[in-house]
Every structure is written in C-alpha cells, then in structure tokens.
C-alpha cells in the first residue's frame, strides 16, 4: 500500500513537472508569435454607357476601409497555428445601397452591406522537408486562388501536403472542401460570364462572405470538393516548369501547365528577354453537374526587359462551340477563383469563354532610377469572339492603365490608381446594342 502511494506520489510529481514543462512551451508559442495585418482603403466609380436608346446611362462609385488582422504562434516541435479576421465597411454610400445602379457591389457583402468573417484558422505541422497545413487558409494556385481585385480576397477551406525532398522540385498534394468569395466576385450575376470568370454558375451576388461547399457554390450541387495535385521544377537556370490537376468531384477534371523561360540577349546584356507558356484542359467527371465540358485553352507570351522597362504581347485561344453544344461545352470553367490567363484585361476575362482568340500587349516602367518609388503600367487586350459563346456576339476590348507609388516618408504605405476602359464587352445577339464603360479606382494599403 505504502509502496503503491509512493509510486501515485511519484507519478504525480512526474505529471506536474511535464504538464508544468508543456504549458511554458506551449505559452511561448504564443508569446513569441506574429501579428501582421493589413488596413485597406478602397474607392471605386464606373460609368456605364449603353448604346440602346431605351437604356439610360447611370455612373456606380463605393468607398470601403477594412483588411485584415493575422495571429500566428511561433513553431512548437513543428506545430503552429494562425488565425486571420478579415473585414470590409462602406462609408459615403448612396442613399439606396442596395441599388447596384448607384453603388457599386465588389466592395462589399450581400445587399452591399458590411461584414467581417474569420478568414483564416488553420493548423500547421513542419517535419522535414514535408509542410501539412490544414483549415481555413488563403491560397493562390492558378485554378483556385484569392482573386484579390477588390476589398476581400476568396478564401479557403483545405488540407494540404507539400514537400521538397526532391532537389529543385516542389510536390503538393491536397484536398479543398469549401470556399468563401471575396467581394470582386459580386461584379457577376451567375451564368457562363461568371463560371468563366472565376465565379459561382449560380449565384456570386450572394454567396459572399461564407464558407460553402465547393459544388455547392460553383453549380448549386453538394459535391465532395476539389482533389489538387501539383509539381513545380526549377532545376534548369531561368527555367520553371510546373503542372497542376484539379479533379472537382462530379463536376470536371482541370489540368493545367505552364512553362516559363528567361535568357540573356546576345546583342545587349541591358535586354533580357523571356516567353512562358501556359495550356488548361477540362473534361467532365462523375455525374456531371456542370453539364457537358470539354474545353481547351492555350497562350503564349514574349517579352523583355530594358533595365527598368518591361514589354510583352501575349495570344491565347480557346476551342469552340459548335451550334448544338452548350455554352459550357467547350470553355474554361473556373468557379473558384482560379484566373491565371495571359491575356485577361484589368476587368474582361471574355479569354475563357468558347471560340475566344485574345491578344494583349502591356508595357510598365520602375521609376526608381529616378527617384521615387514609382511604377507605371499601360495595357491593351482585344477578344475576337466567336459564335455561340452564350454571352456576347462581337468582339470586346479593353485597354488601361495601372500607377503604383510607395512614398518614401510612410514605411509600408502603398498608393495605387487604377482605371479600365472596356469597349463593347457585351454585344446583344438580335439588337446589336453593346454594354461599355469607363472605371477608375484609387487604393491605400498600409502593412504591417
């Protein structure tokens, strides 16, 4: 008896000590953690101009302040954990805010209201050369990715494994179950524009601001998510090669490849140039919610750099519907974010949707041999639409202009203003009438 309370004192003694030894650890954890975040201030007007005579012009703007606040502990044995809030809040709306006429929707949530949602909680493990990261997340892959254009970026649930073992190769694995969109996708109102813009099929003025089934949100059917598998090589010098596939369950098979490749210019060692290449393939799986697909899409893109100059032009093409096929038979389908084309405007992804030929040139200037720390871009992109898209019946174009400034005398300060200037983006089939307009945007994101 006096042996078995020894061996009960001892026990205990032994418990107190590790749970003592635990809590210290697991109480640096969060002591020796991060907090970073972001403060955003967003202001957005678009001119609406349409050339049917019953239709009456009408000038949209919204203003938004929010962003997003990031706790992440310090590594315990290869265990941390992070937590992001994220939130949006108009101010100086107009009178009616729900009326999308006057207040323009891609700030902000449902109704055009605030709101706020824990965007990220996840759990994460490092052994090794191996990464699993688990739970509410931010990703950026090129079929599903954040989309950040506006207030809120798209958000994630998913469980991922990634590992480097193998020398100048990245390996990830993983599974997707929910997504939760951002305030950019509120620019669409369902139907093949939006499922080829990154959008819900569906619904994506409503969907906002909540963790929703994969196949729920992208086509109105509870799927069993998204199944993604990935290499990226970068052995060779200026080379990188990499290959994603996105098996949505019942929905569709996406494949995606890109090649990128830099080189020194044998004339001048001031001109470095470059060209990528990039192809999707998407064929319908299981029970084939999102109907018949069978899309293709290829681009290609040159360019060069001139010390602080950057030039390119890039084409892509997409297969094309013949007149018994839906409009989803032969486009990209990308409900979830994911919109990694070359030849997207600033606004029109018009390059996804069937028989599509896109042409984009850009240029942009780094101003800091001059003093400031300044970038300017200019763009132009023109799409040669083709028949039976479902959208649109003549060729759409948009050109614009991007200017970046982080002033000196504010650390982690950055301006930006933005504008787009889309001519014909929708061309009516029996009328001829056309959709166009004029937007400007000006950004303040302040890190820390």
Known sequence: MKNQMKLSIV????????????????????????????????????????????????????????????????????????????TTNGFLLGEDKATNKEVDPTLLGKDNESYSILGEAYLQYKAGNTTFKGGRQLLDTPMAGSDDARMLPNLFEAYLVINTDIADTTL?????????QGTFGRAYAGGILSATSGYSAVDSKNQVGDFVNMGDYAIGESTGGVSVASATYTGVKNLKLQLWDYYAHDILNAVYAQADYSWKCLLSDNVKPYASAQLIKEDDVGDKYAGSVNGLYWAAKVGAKIE?????????????????????????????????AFTQGMVTRHMFLAGTKATKLAASYNWKAFGPNLSTTLYYVNFDMAENNGYTYDDASESGFDVIYSPAMVKNLQLRVRANYADDFNVAQTTGYTTSWDEYRFIANYNF
Not at 73 to 80: D, F, H, N, P, V
Not at 172 to 180: E, L, M, N, R
Not at 328 to 333: D, E, Q, S, W
């Open 308 to 340: 602080n100059f950057d030039a390119s032009v890039a084409y892509s093409a997409t297969s094309e519907n013949d007149a018994s096929e839906a409009a989803t038979a032969n486009a990209i389908i990308t409900p979830w974010g994911g919109m990694p």
């Open 11 to 86: 026990t205990v003694g032994i418990l107190s000590v590790l749970n003592v030894n635990a809590a210290e650890d697991l109480s640096s954890m969060f002591s020796e953690g991060k907090t970073s975040g972001q403060i955003r201030e967003f202001s957005i007007s678009r001119s609406m101009d349409y050339s049917a005579p019953t239709t009456e012009n009408y000038t949209r703007s919204a203003n938004a302040i929010g962003g997003y606040l990031k706790f992440e502990t310090a590594a315990y044995s290869g265990l941390s954990l992070g937590a992001a809030l994220y």
């Open 172 to 180: 990830i694995g993983g599974h997707v179950t929910k997504f939760a």
